[in-house]
């Protein structure tokens, strides 16, 4: 039952990001210069029972989305040049939600998350994304 939930949760997210990758060579790209590496996207959730998000991710260069651990799906596409669309499913919680390789992890000032939906691991929409918010840090 667990699991239905969780697909019609990805399913919903996965119409919303259209064709997207979840390979981690992802698409190519991404500038050059600066000091390449590795950046880490975390959740910050007001509730304890969190089965899916959308994230929108901007700033430029991001390449190769992958998850934190092998509990977590992450589905990815680039919207545009700047523009980074993330789904994650999993039983979430407050920490680390997807890394991502950035071209130079010195300006991650330069990066800025949204959710954009949530859902609880019944598969129910959140009414309301109060209290989440994303964060960007280094290796």
Not at 15 to 27: Q, V, W
Not at 65 to 79: E, K, T
């Amino acid at each position: 039952m667990k699991r239905l939930a969780y697909s019609m949760a990805l399913a919903t997210m996965a119409a919303i990001l259209g064709s997207c990758g979840n390979d981690p060579s992802g698409p190519g790209g991404g500038g050059g210069g600066g000091n390449a590496g590795t950046a880490t996207v975390s959740l910050s959730s007001p509730n304890a029972d969190d089965g899916a998000v959308l994230v929108t991710l901007n700033g430029s260069g991001l390449t190769n989305v992958r998850p934190p651990n092998s509990s977590y799906q992450v589905f990815w596409r680039l919207a545009s040049a700047n523009v980074l669309k993330v789904a994650v499913v999993g039983d979430l919680a407050d920490g680390p939600l997807f890394t991502v390789d950035v071209p130079d992890v010195s300006n991650l000032a330069g990066y800025a998350g949204t959710v954009d939906q949530a859902a609880s691991r019944t598969d129910a929409l959140r009414g309301s994304l109060s209290g989440y918010s994303i964060s960007v840090s280094g290796p």
